[in-house]
C-alpha cells in the first residue's frame, strides 16, 4: 500500500483556494532508503524542487514553462536546466547535446526524410543551409562536407529528390581558401564570415547531385546586372549601387567595387557588357556552366 507522508514543522498550511503554501527551506535527505519521492520548496532555487527514489543528487527542478510570449521555444544550456529562447533570436544552433562538432546527424535526418513524400510517390527532399569551400575536394571532400550531405546526395539521388544547398554567407572572389587575410575572417556565418569563391563550391555542388541551389541576392547581382555597382569613386569603392544597409553580411562599398571590376558584368566580359564595370563576368560564367545555361 502506498504511503504519503508530510514533514511540515509549521511550514505546511492548508488555504481556502487550492494548492500548497510552503516555507523555502533547504534539501531534506529524508528518508535513507529508497523507494521514496520527496518534495519541497527550495531557498536556494527558489522553486519546488524534487528528489526521486532517494538518490544522491540535491534535488530536480519540477519543471515549468520558461517562455511567456508567442514563438518562445525553450532550449537546454550549459548555464541553466532550461531557459527561453524569444520569437527573433538568432546565432542560436541546435546540437548534440556534448557533441558540437558532431555532423552525422544530418545522415540520420536524411534516412528520416526519404521515408516520407507524396501521393504521386516523390520522396520528401534534404539539403543543407552550409556550403562553402570548406566542403571541396581541395580542403576537405565530399565524405568531410558539412552535414554529410554530400554523402547523403549520393545515396539519395536515385529517387529523384529534391538535393537543396544554400550557401553559407555571402560569398568572396578573393578567398580560395577560407582563410584570412585572404578574406575578412574566412569561411563562417554572417555577418563576419564568407562561403569563399562562388566559383569553386559551386560547380561542386552541381557535380555532387545538388539540383536546388539558394543564392544570397547580392551575389546573384553581382554575377548578372551590369549596375550592381552604378558610381565608382576614383580608388574603385562603389559610391551608388545595391544599398548594403541592414544586408546582414560583411560587404562594404569598397568591396562591393572590387567584386565588381573582378568578377562581374563589365567592359573585360566577352563581348564586353555596356556599363560602369571592368568586370570579366567571371560568377555568370560559373552559374552558367553549373546550371548547363549555353550560350
Not at 523555502?24 to 520548496?41: H, R
Not at 575572417?185 to 536546388?212: E, H, K, M, Q, Y
Request: charged share 10%; aromatic share 10%.
Amino acid at each position: 500500500m502506498a504511503t504519503f507522508s508530510l514533514c511540515a514543522p509549521g511550514t505546511l498550511k492548508a488555504q481556502n483556494g487550492a494548492g500548497l503554501l510552503s516555507t523555502e527551506g533547504s534539501y531534506i535527505a529524508y528518508p535513507s532508503s529508497g523507494n521514496y519521492d520527496l518534495l519541497w520548496a527550495d531557498s536556494s532555487a527558489h522553486r519546488w524542487k524534487m528528489n526521486n527514489d532517494n538518490n544522491s543528487m540535491s534535488g530536480l527542478v519540477v519543471a515549468a514553462w520558461p517562455c511567456s510570449s508567442a514563438g518562445c521555444i525553450t532550449i537546454a544550456g550549459t548555464g541553466a536546466v532550461e531557459s527561453p529562447l524569444p520569437i527573433g533570436a538568432s546565432n542560436e544552433f541546435l546540437q548534440v547535446l556534448g557533441l558540437d562538432s558532431d555532423d552525422s546527424y544530418g545522415m540520420r535526418e536524411a534516412q528520416q526524410a526519404v521515408l516520407y513524400g507524396n501521393a504521386t510517390g516523390t520522396t520528401d527532399g534534404l539539403g543543407s543551409q552550409g556550403l562553402s569551400v570548406l566542403d571541396t575536394s581541395a580542403l576537405n571532400g565530399c565524405s568531410m562536407a558539412t552535414s554529410y550531405w554530400c554523402d547523403a546526395f549520393a545515396a539519395y539521388n536515385p529517387l529523384g529528390s529534391p538535393l537543396e544547398l544554400q550557401q553559407l554567407s555571402l560569398s568572396d572572389p578573393f578567398d580560395s581558401t577560407c582563410s584570412p587575410p585572404l578574406s575578412p575572417s574566412g569561411c563562417g556565418t554572417p555577418p563576419s564570415g564568407d562561403s569563399g569563391d562562388l566559383r569553386i563550391w559551386l560547380p561542386f555542388a552541381v557535380a555532387n547531385d545538388a539540383n536546388v541551389i539558394e543564392l544570397y541576392y547580392l551575389d546573384a547581382a553581382l554575377a548578372f546586372d551590369p549596375h550592381y555597382c552604378r558610381v565608382f569613386t576614383s580608388l574603385g569603392a562603389c559610391v551608388s549601387g545595391y544599398d548594403l544597409t541592414g544586408s546582414g553580411t560583411f560587404l562594404t562599398s569598397a568591396q562591393q567595387g572590387q567584386f565588381m571590376n573582378f568578377v562581374g558584368q563589365g567592359t573585360n566580359c566577352n563581348p564586353p557588357v555596356a556599363g560602369n564595370g571592368a568586370g570579366n563576368c567571371a560568377y555568370a560564367a560559373a552559374i552558367n556552366s553549373a546550371h548547363g545555361l549555353k550560350p
